[in-house]
């Protein structure tokens, strides 16, 4: 039997968006191949001596430039993953596969602002060359909050480093004090987000009902331990690790020595037809109690998002409730829009499908058994749902959101 091929993943195990990856990496590999993986926590210190290295392909972040460098002109096959930035040359021909960054900042607001908030606020990291993803977070999240004319407030200090933690914390603090309550607040990760959490701690600030805060990656260790646990976007970081273990797969099926490139020096040996870059979409917010609050000083507007909230399978009753408030649908529906930056319908199709997706993908529930408690007549009218709403089946969402 020939020996298992050997795979370098060449991330940081330290840093929670690498370690999401490594994790999808080895999930193809437990599914779909015998690699043997080569996985060090230390990506630079452990690197392998390449050139005398003996493996047959390689999966590197290209944000940091000595990976880049040392792996650059390999004639093994490279596949590259980051933030979208960094250090990754397109003219090379080494596919690099990123999560969309303008997606999840369009995901953080329409949460958010699905929470009822009047004024938003992005806390993103310094300029760096690789921190170009938290700007186009920031971006794409201003410009949903300014489509429905709400301020939005950003922040990026001079500090992201917590080894400089006195003097990142003095200048969130100074940006929190002045910003006008209650707020909406997204982080570009969880970590910054975190930082935040912390500000908001010192000053005093009650999260969510003060300051509301939600973060990207959805790393448990930190959601889970923050007081109170965090909201996070799920980026798809797992997703990211197996398409990029599945595009190197087929780099070394196709690759024109076998035996691998023993690390000589050359062009990276990739497939004409493969893309040079492939962006993941993100899987969706993994609500938390850091914006389990529903901020309107309108009672109606909050009673119908606490009524869709509350049976998100259920279609609100909307007449029933503009009745009781005494007031005309057409006014209740023009306070909603108002308030919310979406309609009634909208918000109810928003959280339906948010409610039914969860329980396909974080279950193995029948489908039939999903559908009945998500309140649709059969399996059909939720596969059309699904369908119409995330191009995809219900099964088919399964499949690939389990992957991750």
Same mark, same amino acid.
């Given at each position: 039997?020939?020996?298992?091929?050997?795979?370098?993943?060449?991330?940081?195990?330290?840093?929670?968006?690498?370690?999401?990856?490594?994790? +999808?990496?080895?999930?193809?590999? *437990?599914?779909?191949?015998? !690699?043997?993986?080569?996985?060090?926590?230390?990506?630079?210190?452990?690197?392998?001596?390449?050139?005398? !290295?003996?493996?047959?392909?390689?999966?590197?972040?290209?944000?940091?430039?000595?990976?880049?460098?040392?792996?650059?002109?390999?004639?093994?096959?490279?596949?590259?993953?980051?933030?979208?930035?960094? !250090?990754?040359?397109?003219?090379?021909?080494?596919?690099?596969?990123?999560?969309?960054?303008?997606?999840?900042?369009?995901?953080?607001? &329409?949460?958010?602002?699905?929470?009822?908030?009047?004024?938003?606020?992005?806390?993103?990291?310094?300029?760096?060359?690789?921190?170009? $993803?938290?700007?186009?977070?920031?971006?794409?999240?201003?410009?949903?909050?300014?489509?429905?004319?709400?301020?939005?407030?950003?922040?990026?200090? *001079?500090?992201?480093?917590?080894?400089? $933690?006195?003097?990142?914390?003095?200048?969130?603090?100074? $940006?929190?004090?002045?910003?006008?309550?209650?707020?909406?607040?997204?982080?570009?990760?969880?970590?910054?987000?975190?930082?935040?959490?912390?500000?908001?701690?010192?000053?005093?600030?009650?999260?969510?009902?003060?300051?509301?805060?939600?973060?990207?990656?959805?790393?448990?260790?930190?959601?889970?331990?923050?007081?109170?646990?965090?909201?996070?976007?799920?980026?798809?970081?797992?997703?990211? +690790?197996? &398409?990029?273990?599945?595009?190197?797969?087929?780099?070394?099926?196709?690759?024109?020595?076998?035996?691998?490139?023993?690390?000589? *020096?050359?062009?990276?040996?990739?497939?004409?037809?493969?893309?040079?870059?492939?962006?993941?979409?993100?899987?969706?917010?993994?609500?938390?109690?850091?914006?389990?609050?529903?901020?309107?000083?309108?009672?109606?507007?909050?009673?119908?998002?606490?009524?869709?909230?509350?049976?998100? !399978?259920?279609?609100?009753?909307?007449?029933?409730?503009?009745?009781? @408030?005494?007031?005309?649908?057409?006014?209740?529906?023009?306070?909603?829009?108002?308030?919310? @930056?979406?309609?009634?319908?909208?918000?109810?199709?928003?959280?339906?499908?948010?409610?039914?997706?969860?329980?396909?993908?974080?279950?193995?529930?029948?489908?039939?058994?999903?559908?009945?408690?998500?309140?649709?007549?059969?399996?059909?009218?939720?596969?059309?749902?699904?369908?119409?709403?995330?191009?995809?089946?219900?099964?088919?969402?399964?499949?690939?959101?389990?992957?991750?």
């Amino acid at each position: 039997m020939p020996d298992a091929p050997l795979v370098a993943v060449i991330l940081d195990a330290a840093r929670p968006y690498d370690r999401l990856i490594i994790a +999808g990496v080895a999930q193809f590999a *437990r599914e779909k191949t015998h !690699w043997s993986l080569y996985v060090e926590e230390d990506p630079l210190q452990k690197l392998p001596d390449l050139t005398r !290295w003996h493996g047959q392909g390689i999966i590197a972040n290209f944000d940091d430039r000595r990976v880049a460098t040392a792996i650059s002109g390999l004639d093994v096959p490279v596949v590259g993953v980051g933030g979208g930035y960094g !250090w990754h040359d397109a003219a090379s021909g080494i596919p690099y596969i990123y999560t969309d960054n303008a997606a999840i900042g369009r995901l953080g607001a &329409e949460h958010l602002l699905a929470c009822g908030f009047e004024t938003l606020a992005f806390c993103g990291y310094p300029r760096t060359t690789t921190s170009g $993803w938290s700007e186009e977070r920031a971006a794409a999240f201003a410009a949903a909050c300014h489509r429905v004319k709400r301020p939005c407030h950003t922040f990026t200090g *001079r500090h992201g480093n917590a080894r400089r $933690w006195a003097d990142l914390q003095g200048e969130l603090i100074r $940006w929190l004090a002045q910003l006008p309550k209650p707020l909406g607040l997204m982080a570009c990760n969880d970590l910054r987000a975190r930082h935040v959490l912390e500000a908001c701690r010192t000053l005093g600030l009650r999260v969510p009902h003060d300051v509301a805060v939600l973060g990207v990656d959805n790393d448990e260790m930190i959601c889970e331990l923050t007081d109170p646990t965090l909201s996070s976007i799920d980026q798809a970081a797992r997703r990211i +690790g197996y &398409e990029a273990a599945a595009t190197l797969d087929c780099l070394m099926q196709s690759a024109p020595h076998p035996a691998g490139g023993r690390g000589r *020096r050359g062009r990276s040996a990739r497939s004409p037809a493969s893309p040079p870059r492939i962006v993941v979409p993100p899987i969706g917010v993994v609500p938390r109690a850091s914006t389990d609050t529903l901020a309107t000083s309108d009672p109606l507007v909050f009673e119908t998002l606490h009524a869709i909230r509350r049976t998100p !399978w259920r279609r609100p009753a909307v007449e029933a409730l503009a009745a009781a @408030g005494g007031i005309s649908r057409t006014s209740l529906e023009s306070r909603f829009k108002a308030a919310v @930056g979406r309609s009634i319908h909208e918000e109810y199709i928003r959280l339906r499908l948010a409610a039914t997706r969860r329980l396909i993908t974080g279950s193995d529930l029948p489908l039939k058994t999903v559908a009945n408690r998500t309140g649709f007549p059969s399996v059909q009218y939720m596969t059309t749902f699904i369908r119409r709403h995330t191009g995809l089946t219900p099964a088919r969402l399964r499949a690939i959101e389990k992957r991750g």
